[in-house]
């Protein structure tokens, strides 16, 4: 192999990690504080909620799926823990816990319809985006509902210097990232992603096995939501809006295959949030204009969809298998 092939088969294997490690130097170089430990701090801290939806979602691709209403998940769970603390006086445990089986519950409700009724899952969640956006507006008339003063001083809570909800995050990253790598369902996940009817006529129970992924990701999508609503002090309108093409991007940019089959939930969730994160982090120590950062965003996005579907091209060739539409 020519060294020419040799570049381009390293930059085709590890070009996101390159890229990470440049925008990583050039904001350290060109910006005063942000190699500051408070800074750094708090960029874990602010991408919490985004990784642990992305870690729920990142098991329905793995099957070959898609989930895109996790993001209004994550505010109609948000909203039903909030509002039983503030008008029902519940206990925050008891608000907790229905917050996340009301995520679990939308998570069903998603699988229901891909699984039982056959609908395309990316059809199925687009309407349930909305609907469910609908359903958090309703419930809470599209107002900006405060947290318990109690509960809100929640969201300063520290272990050393890390931010609580840091250590919640990558908890429960490693736990997934676990549970698909180290499970007969995980990796049962992975074969569905890789053939879905290679795995059914292998017996493998594909129809359970998406529904209870699409069960853990709005379970986990409601997590977020929760971290999110801490951070904030507040529930409103905004909350989750735009999160789940986040999520998409995070778990796409760090290396999981949107084809399914492919990839490493816990490096690809966490690198994939700090990429974007340095991004938004950087631009505004650069006092960049914030629309910037949608377009340097969306750049790398579409990067890093350019080089999955390369990855893909390559390996079809190397086995001889013909492209998605191909005779």
């Known amino acids: 192999m020519s060294s020419f092939g040799r570049l381009a088969t ?3 294997q590890n070009g996101f990690l390159v890229v990470l490690a440049a925008v990583f130097a050039f904001f350290a170089i060109f910006t ?3 190699l500051a430990s408070g800074n750094l701090i708090d960029m874990l801290h602010a991408m919490s909620p985004l990784m642990t939806i992305s870690a729920g979602l990142a098991l329905v691709v793995m099957a070959g799926k898609l989930d895109i209403s996790v993001g209004s998940v994550a505010f109609v769970a ?3 823990g909030t509002l039983l603390m503030t008008r029902l006086g519940c206990p925050p445990l008891l608000a907790l816990a229905a917050a996340l089986s009301a995520g679990a519950l939308l998570g069903a409700l998603n699988g229901f319809i891909v ?3 056959g609908v395309n899952p990316l059809i199925t969640t687009l309407g349930t985006m909305i609907a469910f956006r609908g359903v958090g507006l309703q419930l809470t008339n599209a ?7 109690g509960v809100r001083e929640l969201g300063n809570w520290s272990v050393g210097p890390f931010f609580g909800d840091t250590l919640i995050a990558l908890a429960i990253v490693l736990a997934v990232d676990l549970l698909h790598r180290r ?5 049962q996940l992975t074969a569905i992603g890789n053939g879905e009817d290679v795995a059914r006529r292998i017996g493998m129970p594909v129809d359970r096995l998406v529904f209870v992924a699409f069960v853990l990701s709005g379970a986990l999508a409601a997590v977020g939501g ?10 409103s309108a905004y909350l989750g809006k735009g999160l789940e093409f986040n999520a998409v991007a995070v778990i796409v940019v760090g290396g999981v295959s949107l084809f399914g089959g492919r990839g490493r939930i816990l490096s690809s969730v966490v690198l994939g949030a700090l990429m974007f994160e340095l991004i938004r982090n950087g631009l505004n120590h650069l006092g960049a204009n914030p629309y910037a950062y949608r377009l340097v965003s969306g750049a790398v996005i579409f990067a890093a969809m350019y080089a999955d579907a390369l990855k893909s091209r390559v390996r079809r060739a190397a086995v001889g298998a013909p492209a998605p539409g191909e005779a």
């Open 78 to 80: 948000a909203s039903v």
């Open 115 to 117: 699984v039982v009724l």
């Open 183 to 187: 499970t007969i369902f995980g990796r």
């Open 143 to 149: 107002q900006v509902e405060r947290l318990p003063e």
């Open 32 to 34: 005063n504080t942000f």
């Open 10 to 12: 390293f930059l085709l």
């Open 226 to 235: 929760v971290l999110d609503t801490l951070q904030i002090g507040a529930i």
